[in-house]
């Protein structure tokens, strides 16, 4: 069997409901040769997950998925194989997880205008994570009982324009690019069919973006093969994965997107093409 990668995960250290363990766990039974965590606007769950990976014998990528804006459309641009330790992209990490904490404040704030008596703690104490979102909200809805299902707190509450919905400070795509580059990254734009923001492709590529999504669970097999075609003629690598988030939407995802090893090959080579350039006069006399 050809070798297959998952790039696009998620744990609980943001937004899924798997510990690093579980998530390795499931792709090992997959038999996937490798995987990237994609944790939004985090890499605290990749030590953790490297270390899974390695008892389990598995290729681990490090990764982050920011949240940026583009034209006045949310972009999220996923970066690989950066370095997780890097001081840089630590504070500025730390940053977007303080703004994160404070939209669920508002967020909770609002709901309880609304008579819902929804309390923050429990909207922490549920995430238990620094990159806490509104999916996060919406689970501790159903909790409280306070709503029936996900969907319901998405509609009625949570969802762009409705009552508790709060507007969310995002960085310009560039801005991403050149945090994810600067920390020794490969920048992916994620999912580009989701919300069909190709006009922002060009502009992207001049910010000095490396790859596409092309491979999404949402993906159609026509978007998919569009966004190939854009790849090429941008010269982008191409990535996928499932965007798993653990139990969160019922079945679980990963390894649903197969996206063979050759693609992460690419990546790797651009990361370490990258490492060398941030290296001033290497090799050279
Ligand atoms: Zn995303
Ligand atoms: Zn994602």
Redesign the pocket.
């Known amino acids: 069997m050809s070798q297959v990668v998952d790039l696009?995960l998620?744990t609980h250290f943001s937004d899924g409901t798997w510990l690093p363990e579980e998530l390795v766990a499931q792709a090992a039974r997959l038999r996937l040769t490798a995987i990237a965590l994609?944790d939004h606007d985090t890499v605290e769950g990749c030590a953790p997950t490297a270390a899974a990976c390695e008892t389990a014998r598995l290729e681990f990528v490090s990764g982050t998925?920011l949240t940026a804006e583009q034209d006045g459309h949310e972009i999220?641009i996923l970066g690989y194989l950066i370095e997780t330790s890097h001081p840089i992209l630590l504070a500025e990490l730390a940053k977007f997880q303080h703004v994160r904490q404070e939209r669920i404040r508002e967020m909770v704030v609002r709901l309880n205008r609304l008579n819902v008596p929804l309390k923050v703690e429990s909207v922490f104490a549920l995430a238990n994570c620094r990159s806490p979102g509104r999916p996060h909200v919406a689970r501790a809805l159903v909790e409280a009982r306070l709503c029936g299902n996900l969907d319901e707190a998405f509609e009625r509450f949570l969802k762009k324009h409705r009552p508790a919905w709060v507007p969310k400070f995002k960085m310009s795509a560039a801005e991403a690019i050149a945090l994810i580059h600067r920390a020794g990254g490969v920048a992916v734009m994620?999912h580009p069919g989701l919300n069909r923001t190709d006009d922002v492709i060009p502009t992207m590529v001049e910010a000095g973006m490396d790859g596409i999504e092309c491979f999404h669970t949402k993906h159609s097999t026509s978007m998919v093969e569009h966004y190939l075609e854009l790849a090429d003629r941008f010269h982008l690598l191409v990535t996928g994965g499932s965007?798993c988030h653990g139990l969160s939407k019922g079945t679980p995802l990963v390894g649903t997107v197969k996206v063979p090893y050759q693609h992460l090959e690419r990546l790797k080579a651009r990361a370490a093409e990258r490492k060398k350039e941030t290296i001033p006069n290497k090799g050279r006399l």
């Open positions: 696009h998620h994609t998925e999220h994620a965007d």
